[in-house]
């Protein structure tokens, strides 16, 4: 991440002040298209975010449901109402760690969003690693 921020910030340069016996159009263009290209990885990771909290609002809203029927089925709240709960729980704890776990490979996409991004900005103004 370092690196990409550094690269960004000395590609930020170039655009800003040209480069000697270089396109500055071209490197302008391809500044242009970078910056489109993390646009679409920024909305991606708003997705992802937006995705994260609608499905650990569900987890909640069906652990309230079960909990409720849990009290329904079992009235005097004796050891099969708590076992009721304590599968509510079980039942609750499994999805959050699957809105977890699938925000975090969603968030890991976006971090390769990104690298492309830069991949093709470094491709474009024929920058080669060393």
Not at 10 to 36: E, L, N, P, R, W
Not at 72 to 83: S, V
């Amino acid at each position: 991440m370092k690196k990409l921020a550094l690269l960004f910030c000395f590609s930020a340069i170039i655009v800003m002040s040209g480069c000697k016996g270089g396109d500055d159009q071209k490197i302008k263009d391809c500044y242009k298209a970078y910056k489109d290209c993390v646009a679409k990885c920024d909305d991606m990771a708003k997705q992802c975010r937006d995705n994260y909290s609608t499905c650990l609002k569900n987890c909640k809203d069906n652990y309230d449901k079960e909990k409720k029927a849990c009290d329904d089925k079992f009235p005097k709240k004796g050891p099969d109402w708590a076992d009721c709960i304590v599968q509510a729980a079980k039942n609750y704890d499994d999805c959050t760690k699957k809105c977890t776990d699938d925000f975090q490979k969603c968030m890991d996409d976006v971090d390769k969003c990104r690298q492309a991004c830069m991949d093709e900005f470094k491709k474009c103004l024929g920058i080669v690693e060393g």
